[in-house]
């Protein structure tokens, strides 16, 4: 049985960090891209960033780059999401993907095969 559980998130001040954690198990990830995905009550679920489990190569939502990082921990079967200098805008449940096509490359949710229950991240001002 496939499982992506997230952990990490919790209320934190403007300016803070948070790192997110995404266990994957239940099969191979290796051909797969993995990715962040956030949402707020009432709004569609807006793209984060995305990972390359095999190569590592990255990609990021305008709004988090510079800010977030995506990273992989093969060994862990683990994805992270380090979240830095936080603002209240990016209170959201943050939900982890896995895709084994192209589309969470751009930003596509539409392909996603799995998703983790989700984990919510509020930033206080």
């Known amino acids: 049985q496939v499982q992506l559980v997230e952990s990490g998130g919790g209320l934190v001040q403007a300016g803070g960090s948070l790192r997110l954690s995404c266990a994957a198990s239940?099969?191979?990830?290796?051909?797969?891209?993995m990715g962040w995905f956030r949402q707020v009550p009432g709004k569609e679920r807006e793209f984060v960033a995305a990972?390359?489990?095999?190569?590592?190569?990255?990609y990021y939502a305008d709004s988090v780059k510079g800010r977030f990082t995506i990273s992989r921990d093969s060994a862990k079967n683990t994805v992270y999401l380090q979240m830095n200098s936080l603002k209240p805008e990016d209170t959201a449940d943050y939900y982890c993907?896995?895709?084994?096509?192209?589309?969470?490359?751009?930003?596509?949710?539409?392909?996603?095969?799995?998703w983790g229950r989700g984990t919510q991240v509020t930033v206080s001002s």
């Open positions: 993907a896995a895709d084994d096509g192209l589309g969470l490359y751009s930003g596509s949710y539409s392909g996603v095969d799995y």
């Open positions: 239940g099969r191979t990830f290796s051909n797969y891209a």
């Open positions: 990972i390359s489990w095999s190569a590592g190569i990255t």
